[in-house]
């Protein structure tokens, strides 16, 4: 039971700072074009890289620290139902270059991201 506490808590704290990051990028570069997500999903997973290899390189996190970080956290912070929702609504507008391009730049890039967080963890800790 004390699994589902750590990751109920750690989704509101992703949802909140993925809220504040959705303002605050949409102030910065506007709404036309889904900034937002694409920043969240890249951001996202450079984070999940650096957490994923600190535990593989430090190891000794609890299994509810793990719970916290990776699936509160970063679960409540981005998901890719936002990305889908806005590639649709993309493509829906007939602006198809667009949505290619968000769909082909937010998956490179979320895993770019992931493998530059992985490679500064390896080479920082290990």
Do not use: C, K, Q
């Amino acid at each position: 039971m004390m699994s589902y506490l750590v990751v109920f808590v750690g989704a509101g704290v992703g949802g909140s700072v993925r809220h504040g990051m959705n303002i605050w990028v949409a102030r910065l570069l506007g709404t036309h074009f889904p900034y937002h997500t694409f920043v969240i999903n890249i951001v996202g997973s450079l984070v999940m890289g650096l957490v994923a290899g600190w535990f593989v390189e430090r190891g000794g996190a609890t299994g509810h620290l793990r719970l916290f970080l990776t699936t509160g956290i970063l679960g409540g912070f981005t998901t890719f139902s936002a990305f889908s929702l806005d590639a649709v609504l993309l493509w829906e507008r007939h602006e198809h270059l667009m949505a290619a391009l968000y769909v082909g730049g937010s998956v490179v890039g979320a895993i770019a991201g992931l493998v530059l967080g992985l490679w500064i963890m390896r080479t920082t800790l290990g």
